[in-house]
């Protein structure tokens, strides 16, 4: 009959439109997970960017403040980047900081969060790590940085590292030390780790 004719097409519509709007709402959700995503992670390396990382800083001195554990930051620049960069071109230069950001990423720990500060600068966040632990991660994180792309010039890391258990400093005052002894290493004569304190 016309009722049940009208009942059907109609029921097949309102399936149709639910379809849709599942569908949607789908893509929907994906899309506000890769706008998050982006709103806290590098693009070219795939790290937490600066943002993101100084907020999760902002945590972890909070967490301290309540627990007084041992907490450590590395913060390194690239050195001799800007010539490999002149030399071999802006491509290489991305392809050297993606390959940098995965050798950190495999010399610390999963509860390690790694970053990147801007340009070729990185930082290693390393809760319940005192120094001499952090200066032995250095280490071996600059020694994953020179083989990560194995050409001239070598890349090697400036490294500061800032380490306390209890501390009134704000995420700006640890990063600004740290970035304070990275420079010390610099001066150094780079490929060096310079710890400093607060």
Do not use: C
């Not at 390393?126 to 050409?151: C, H, Q, S, Y």
Request: no cysteine; net charge negative; charged share 25%.
């Amino acid at each position: 009959t016309m009722r049940q004719l009208q009942v059907q097409y109609g029921f097949g519509s309102f399936a149709v439109v639910a379809g849709i709007m599942m569908v949607a709402f789908w893509h929907l959700q994906q899309t506000q997970r890769e706008l998050q995503d982006l709103a806290i992670h590098d693009p070219l390396t795939r790290v937490l960017n600066a943002r993101a990382f100084s907020d999760r800083l902002t945590q972890e001195l909070n967490r301290n403040r309540r627990y007084r554990h041992p907490v450590s930051l590395l913060y390194l620049d690239l050195d001799n980047f800007k010539a490999l960069n002149d030399s071999r071109g802006h491509q290489t230069g991305d392809t050297v900081l993606r390959l940098v950001a995965d050798a950190m990423r495999l010399a610390v720990r999963e509860t390690d969060i790694v970053g990147r500060m801007g340009g070729d600068e990185f930082a290693v966040l390393m809760p319940e790590t005192d120094g001499a632990l952090a200066d032995t991660v250095a280490r071996r994180l600059n020694e994953g940085i020179k083989t990560a792309f194995p050409a001239s010039p070598i890349v090697s890391a400036s490294i500061g590292i800032v380490s306390f258990d209890d501390t009134t400093a704000t995420a700006d005052d640890v990063l600004r030390r740290a970035d304070q002894a990275m420079y010390e290493a610099k001066r150094s004569g780079k490929d060096q780790v310079v710890h400093a304190s607060l």
